[in-house]
């Protein structure tokens, strides 16, 4: 059974930056995939990227692509969301979770997490 705990939000202000961990347990990395989506109040889900546990390769949609980074360590059984140059636009509840299709209308999670609330805010 797969869990996955999301931590690392918090307030922080235009143009900071913040690193999401998600701890990861019950996932078997070789030939599947993790990714985080976020989710504002009111707002539809936004996927952002997704890494492949096998080669550690990692997909991000363009409209946060330079300023969003996901990576990974198997070890540690923990995922990362580094996140620079954050916007008011930002703010959102952030998920991570297995991805089992990326990219365009092609994205499914099947297993996600509870979330971390990121504030970007003056």
């Known amino acids: 059974q797969v869990q996955l705990v999301e931590s690392g939000g918090g307030l922080v202000q235009p143009g900071g930056s913040l690193r999401l961990s998600c701890k990861v347990s019950?996932?078997?990395?070789?030939?599947?995939?993790l990714g985080w989506f976020r989710q504002a109040p009111g707002k539809e889900r936004e996927y952002l990227t997704a890494m492949s546990g096998t080669d550690g390769r990692t997909y991000i949609e363009e409209f946060v692509k330079g300023r969003f980074t996901m990576s990974g360590d198997k070890a540690k059984e923990t995922i990362y969301l580094q996140m620079n140059n954050l916007k008011p636009e930002d703010t959102a509840v952030y998920h991570c979770?297995?991805?089992?299709?990326?990219?365009?209308?092609?994205?499914?999670?099947?297993?996600w997490g509870q979330g971390t609330l990121v504030t970007v805010s003056s």
């Open positions: 979770g297995t991805v089992t299709g990326y990219g365009g209308s092609s994205w499914t999670f099947g297993v």
């Open positions: 019950g996932f078997t990395w070789k030939d599947n995939a």
